[in-house]
């Protein structure tokens, strides 16, 4: 499975009226609402503090910003910026799992929204822990919350009763070697529910600091159990805006929408704009059937 550019990328790029997001946006979590959708985006003035910023759109593709953020620093966690959002829905209720930065340390946070605009804190999954690219299922599994996470260089699965006590920590993937993988992995977007399994798109770091996407397949029971895992990646930075950047060599996402004919990953290129790439259900049907 390979994902394919949309022509008209990137889709957000700084805004040098709003002092808040002039410098950078990237890393977003796009969900699906009410015909809508909303995009949670992080962003960066030339004071480097992260911001979360909204967008919201028809297509999937021409977006409409809000000129302010909807989510800002306000705790000495996060002195120096809320990160990479990732939104779960469950029941009516959206999930954000953010990293909270202060400067020298980050960690998971966790915020929930009825709106998508206003946002509550909810509070740390796992307190003082250094640890990010946390993503929450969007449902329970087995009567409870499923929590990844990254313990360098792994990504890891929780359990909870409470979605602030974790337990039942364990590994479910590890970098693999002499790949393009090779250095560390973690979540993209949350995984999404099929027939087959659990979708989940991750990213990856080779040994040469180049970040891709890559895509596996968890079991819907189970999703500790890895049921197929592509060997290549979905993505690479090819383009010159995802080469070049803040960042150099980067394509990193923190979500996707499935449609009915199509999947759409939406990813930050080089840490300074945001682009989407897709793939068609014929060619995804058969990842998750394993023909291809």
Same mark, same amino acid.
């Given at each position: 499975?390979?994902?394919?550019?949309?022509?008209?990328?990137?889709?957000?790029?700084?805004?040098?009226?709003?002092?808040?997001?002039?410098?950078?946006?990237?890393?977003?979590?796009?969900?699906?609402?009410?015909?809508?959708?909303?995009? /949670?985006?992080?962003?960066?003035? /030339?004071?480097? #503090?992260?911001?979360?910023?909204?967008?919201? @759109?028809?297509?999937?593709?021409?977006?409409?910003?809000?000129?302010?953020? #909807?989510? @800002?620093?306000?705790?000495?966690?996060?002195?120096?910026?809320?990160?990479?959002?990732? #939104?779960s829905r469950i029941g009516d209720t959206f999930y954000m799992v953010y990293v909270?930065?202060?400067?020298?340390?980050?960690?998971?946070?966790?915020?929930?929204?009825?709106?998508?605009?206003?946002?509550?804190?909810?509070? &740390?999954?796992?307190?003082? !822990?250094?640890?990010?690219?946390?993503?929450? &299922?969007?449902?329970?599994?087995?009567?409870?919350?499923?929590?990844?996470?990254?313990?360098?260089?792994?990504?890891?699965?929780?359990?909870?009763?409470?979605?602030?006590?974790?337990?039942?920590?364990?590994?479910?993937?590890?970098?693999?070697?002499?790949?393009?993988?090779?250095?560390?992995?973690?979540?993209?977007?949350?995984?999404?529910?099929?027939?087959?399994?659990?979708?989940?798109?991750?990213?990856?770091?080779?040994?040469?600091?180049?970040?891709?996407?890559?895509?596996?397949?968890?079991?819907?029971?189970?999703?500790?159990? #890895?049921?197929?895992?592509?060997? !290549?990646?979905?993505?690479?930075?090819?383009?010159?805006?995802?080469?070049?950047?803040?960042?150099?060599?980067?394509?990193?996402?923190?979500?996707?929408?499935?449609?009915?004919?199509?999947?759409?990953?939406?990813?930050?290129?080089?840490?300074?704009?945001?682009?989407?790439?897709?793939?068609?259900?014929?060619?995804?049907?058969?990842?998750?059937?394993?023909?291809?």
């Amino acid at each position: 499975m390979k994902l394919q550019r949309y022509e008209g990328n990137p889709i957000l790029e700084p805004d040098p009226l709003h002092e808040w997001e002039a410098l950078n946006v990237f890393n977003a979590a796009v969900v699906h609402h009410n015909g809508l959708s909303h995009m /949670l985006y992080r962003a960066q003035g /030339l004071d480097r #503090v992260s911001h979360i910023g909204y967008a919201v @759109s028809e297509d999937g593709f021409r977006w409409s910003r809000l000129d302010r953020p #909807v989510f @800002s620093p306000a705790t000495e966690f996060e002195t120096r910026g809320v990160e990479d959002p990732r #939104v779960s829905r469950i029941g009516d209720t959206f999930y954000m799992v953010y990293v909270a930065y202060s400067g020298t340390f980050y960690q998971i946070a966790l915020a929930r929204s009825r709106n998508l605009i206003t946002w509550e804190r909810v509070g &740390f999954p796992l307190p003082g !822990e250094l640890n990010k690219d946390g993503a929450l &299922f969007p449902g329970k599994i087995g009567g409870r919350y499923c929590l990844l996470h990254r313990r360098p260089p792994d990504i890891w699965m929780a359990y909870s009763d409470d979605l602030l006590h974790w337990t039942d920590h364990q590994i479910i993937m590890r970098p693999r070697p002499h790949s393009w993988e090779a250095l560390k992995i973690g979540a993209a977007g949350p995984p999404m529910k099929t027939d087959r399994g659990w979708l989940f798109i991750y990213h990856g770091v080779g040994e040469d600091m180049v970040y891709g996407l890559g895509a596996a397949l968890l079991d819907l029971e189970d999703p500790a159990v #890895v049921l197929r895992r592509q060997a !290549e990646p979905i993505l690479e930075p090819l383009e010159e805006w995802e080469q070049q950047g803040d960042v150099p060599n980067v394509v990193f996402s923190c979500g996707q929408v499935m449609l009915p004919d199509s999947l759409r990953v939406y990813y930050g290129g080089a840490d300074r704009a945001i682009g989407v790439a897709t793939v068609d259900e014929e060619r995804l049907r058969a990842f998750l059937d394993g023909t291809e």
